[in-house]
């Protein structure tokens, strides 16, 4: 690390930790596409805060773009939880 980089702050990394154990507890009752885009979003803002309007627009596409491509493109099953999403095949 260099010297001009500042640490990362603990509190940050905490949240972050925190935040990924919920994501695998949430995943299977949630299902992929919800619990990926509430993780995401909340960590992408964590990081910058300022973009929470982006950062909300990278979290519902991202997740959606990766459901879709490998439900429907790739044929394999993601949870689809509390929303009861097709799961492809």
């Not at 905490?14 to 995943?27: D, E, K, S």
């Amino acid at each position: 690390m260099k010297e001009s980089e500042p640490p990362v702050a603990l509190k940050n990394l905490l949240v972050v930790i925190l935040l990924f154990v919920g994501y695998a507890v949430a995943f299977i009752p949630l299902g992929y596409v919800l619990s990926t885009a509430i993780f995401l979003g909340i960590i992408v803002t964590v990081i910058d805060r300022a973009k929470w309007k982006r950062n909300i627009l990278f979290a519902i596409g991202f997740s959606a773009i990766v459901y879709l491509s490998f439900t429907q493109l790739l044929g394999v099953p993601l949870p689809a939880g509390v929303l009861g999403l097709p799961v492809g095949g």
